[in-house]
């Protein structure tokens, strides 16, 4: 079982960072590919971004130059920065794990979600 706890979240100006974290509680965190997927009001879910074990990285193209996905195996810690942020990034972000990670619509494990709202 992995449980996965997002925090970093929050209200700030357009143009302004954040930095997600997502700490996980398992065994192994360095054998998941791991994942953030964001949700908009009224949207559907959508995927952000993928780093796998061995850190190759995988970002959805619009948000490439802007999100950068990171890990930390020594910490079972995946961070999600955000720069120059627009109002349209305003979601609650989600934290995933698999084992695989090779289908973005599957994931296998979920955080809670955090909220990012962006303020123009």
């Known amino acids: 079982q992995v449980q996965l706890v997002e925090s970093g979240g929050g209200l700030v100006q357009a143009g302004g960072s954040l930095r997600l974290s997502c700490a996980a509680s398992v065994h192994t965190f360095s054998a998941y590919v791991m994942a953030w997927f964001r949700q908009a009001p009224g949207k559907e879910r959508e995927f952000v971004a993928r780093?796998?074990?061995?850190?190759?990285?995988l970002y959805a193209d619009s948000l490439k130059g802007r999100f950068t996905i990171s890990r930390d195996n020594a910490k079972n810690t995946v961070y999600l920065q955000m720069n120059s942020l627009k109002p349209e990034d305003t979601a609650v972000y989600y934290c995933?794990?698999?084992?695989?990670?090779?289908?973005?619509?599957?994931?296998?494990?979920w955080g809670q979600g955090t909220q990012v709202t962006i303020s123009s």
């Open positions: 995933a794990a698999d084992p695989s990670g090779a289908d973005l619509s599957a994931f296998s494990y």
């Open positions: 780093v796998t074990w061995r850190g190759q990285l």
